[in-house]
């Protein structure tokens, strides 16, 4: 009687798990980046430079944080098991 291993070889790669075509930490990066650029822009009083307002300018910086960080790590997953080691 053969007993098959429950983990898959090293052959077989698992796909990373993906949310809305996003990993899970580039997902998490893009809601934080726009909820910190919200809350900032609500919170913030009117920045006067030159005669205009450049709260606009830090939120659009801000939210943009996110799917930049997702553009450099778009091919790389991030490796959970390096972080939590299963003992």
Request: aromatic share 8%; glycine share 12%.
């Given at each position: 009687m053969?007993?098959?291993?429950?983990?898959p070889d090293d052959e077989q790669q698992q796909e990373a798990g993906k949310v809305f075509g996003l990993r899970y930490h580039q997902l998490i990066v893009v809601l934080l980046s726009l909820i910190a650029a919200t809350q900032l822009y609500s919170?913030?009083?009117?920045?006067?430079?030159?005669?205009h307002d450049i709260r606009l300018y830090l939120f659009l910086f801000i939210a943009l944080i996110?799917?930049?960080y997702c553009f450099f790590y778009r091919k790389e997953?991030?490796?959970i098991k390096?972080?939590?080691?299963?003992?």
């Open positions: 053969h007993i098959e291993p429950l983990q919170w913030m009083n009117p920045i006067q430079v030159g005669g996110g799917p930049t997953a991030m490796d390096s972080i939590w080691p299963h003992k």
